[in-house]
C-alpha cells in the first residue's frame, strides 16, 4: 500500500454554520479523503470524541452559539481529541485572530476566501505530520512497554536468584524453615516504621526499602559453607566450632560478592545482601562479630537485621528446643536495648511489636517442617 492509498484513507472533518461552505469543502475534498461535516460546534465534538474520530478538523470560527475558538479549545483540552489536528477556515483576517488560534492550538490558519490547492495541500502536509506524530506515539508507547517488561523480568529474575540462593542454605540448615520469610518481613515493617526518624530518614527510602526486603533472605546464604557436623550440631557448640560457624559471616559475603563479580556489574540488591550476611551478627556494644564494629559503624542494615534474626531465633522452635513467647523473647531483647542493639531501633520494634506477632503468625513453622528437620538432622548424624 503505497502512500497516497494513506492519505485516501484520512477522514477529514469539516466544520461551518453555512450549507454552502459545507458543499463547497465537500465538494474539495471528496476525491482524496473521507468527509464529514457538522454545522454547529457541539455536534463537532460529537463526532471528534466518536469511536472513529476525524484525523483532521477544518474549523470556521465565527457560528452562532459556540464558535470555533471555545470548539479548538474544548478539543486540546480533551484527552480524546487533544491530538486531532485543527486548521482554521475563516473569514476573520486580522492578525490577532491568527494568532488566538494557534494559541488555542490550531496547526494552521487559512483565511476565506480559499485557495483550492493551497487548502489541499495545507490538508495534505497536516496529515502527513500526524501520520508521523502518531507513528512515534505509538513506538514510542510500545517502547514503554517493552521497558516495563524488560523491567519486571529484571525484577523476577532478582527475585528468584534471592530465592534460589536463600534455598540452597534452607537444604542445609535444619533451623530455617520459613525463617527466611518471616525475617524478611520483620526487616521490612521495622524499616518502614524508621523512615521518618531522624537518623535514618537519609538512608530508608522506598527503593532502598524494596532492597533491603530483596536480600534480606540472603543474611545466612555463607552457612552453606559451614560443616555438617556444626551446622546440625543439636546441642551447644564448643569454642573452637563457634568460631568455624562465625565464619558464615564472611563466607555469605565473599561468595555474594563473588557472584557479583561474574556478573561484571554492579547491582543494589547484591550490595545489600552482602553488607547483611557479614555484619548482621555484629552488636551494638562492639562485641560482635567477624569485625567487632560498634555503634553507627554498623550499617543500617545490618542492624536491622540483628533485631529480626534474634527474635526469630527466640521465638522458633528448633529440634532442640522449644520456641519462647512473644513476651520471653522480648524481656531477654531488652537486656540488649544499647548493648546488642541500637536503641533507636530496638524502641521502634517494641513499638510495632504487633506487626511482628503478625508476621510470625502468618509464616509460622508447622508440625511438618518439624519433622523435616527431625528426619534429616537424624540421617547426618546416623
Known amino acids: 500500500m503505497d502512500g497516497l492509498e494513506l492519505i485516501k484513507k484520512a477522514t477529514v472533518l469539516v466544520v461551518d454554520d453555512t450549507p454552502d461552505n459545507l458543499t463547497l469543502m465537500s465538494n474539495l475534498l471528496k476525491d482524496e479523503y473521507k468527509v464529514k461535516v457538522a454545522n454547529c460546534g457541539e455536534k463537532a465534538l460529537k463526532i471528534a470524541a466518536s469511536e472513529v474520530p476525524p484525523d483532521l478538523i477544518l474549523l470556521d470560527i465565527m457560528m452562532p452559539g459556540m464558535d470555533g475558538y471555545e470548539v479548538c479549545e474544548r478539543l486540546k483540552h480533551d484527552v480524546l481529541t487533544m491530538d486531532i489536528p485543527v486548521i482554521f477556515l475563516t473569514a476573520k483576517a486580522e492578525m490577532a485572530d491568527e494568532q488566538h488560534g494557534l494559541e488555542l492550538g490550531a496547526v494552521d490558519y487559512i483565511i476565506k476566501p480559499i485557495s483550492p490547492p493551497i487548502v489541499m495541500a495545507r490538508v495534505k502536509n497536516h496529515l502527513s505530520l500526524k501520520r508521523m506524530a502518531d507513528f512515534l506515539r505509538d513506538k514510542n508507547e510500545f517502547l514503554e512497554l517493552e521497558v516495563s517488561k524488560r523491567t519486571k523480568e529484571v525484577v523476577a529474575i532478582q527475585d528468584v536468584t534471592i530465592l534460589a540462593m ?59 559453607g559451614i560443616p555438617d557436623r556444626i551446622l546440625l550440631k543439636p546441642g551447644r557448640l564448643e569454642p573452637q566450632e563457634f568460631e568455624i560457624m562465625k565464619t558464615h559471616t564472611t563466607l555469605g559475603h565473599d561468595a555474594i560478592a563473588h557472584a557479583e563479580k561474574a556478573l561484571g556489574i554492579d547491582c543494589d540488591f547484591l550490595a545489600f545482601a552482602k553488607t547483611i550476611a557479614l555484619s548482621h551478627q555484629e552488636k551494638w556494644d562492639g562485641s560482635g562479630y567477624p569485625a567487632g564494629l560498634a555503634g553507627d559503624d554498623i550499617p543500617i542494615p545490618a542492624r536491622l537485621m540483628a533485631v529480626a534474626d534474634v527474635y526469630d531465633a527466640l521465638i522458633s522452635r528448633r529440634v532442640y528446643k522449644e520456641g519462647m513467647t512473644h513476651e520471653a523473647a522480648v524481656k531477654i531483647m531488652r537486656e540488649g536495648r544499647g548493648t546488642h542493639f541500637d536503641a533507636d531501633m530496638f524502641d521502634a520494634f517494641i513499638t510495632i511489636q504487633e506487626s511482628f506477632c503478625a508476621i510470625a503468625e502468618r509464616f509460622a513453622d508447622s508440625h511438618s517442617d518439624l519433622a523435616r528437620k527431625q528426619e534429616l538432622l537424624a540421617q547426618v548424624l546416623s
Open 166 to 224: 536463600a534455598s540452597m542454605a534452607e537444604t542445609r540448615d535444619t533451623e530455617t524453615g520459613n525463617h527466611l520469610r518471616r525475617t524478611q518481613f520483620y526487616v521490612k515493617a521495622l524499616a518502614e516504621s524508621l523512615r521518618d526518624h531522624p537518623r535514618f530518614a537519609w538512608f530508608l527510602s522506598e527503593a532502598n526499602i524494596n532492597m533491603l526486603f530483596k536480600s534480606a533472605p540472603l543474611h545466612d546464604i555463607g552457612k552453606v
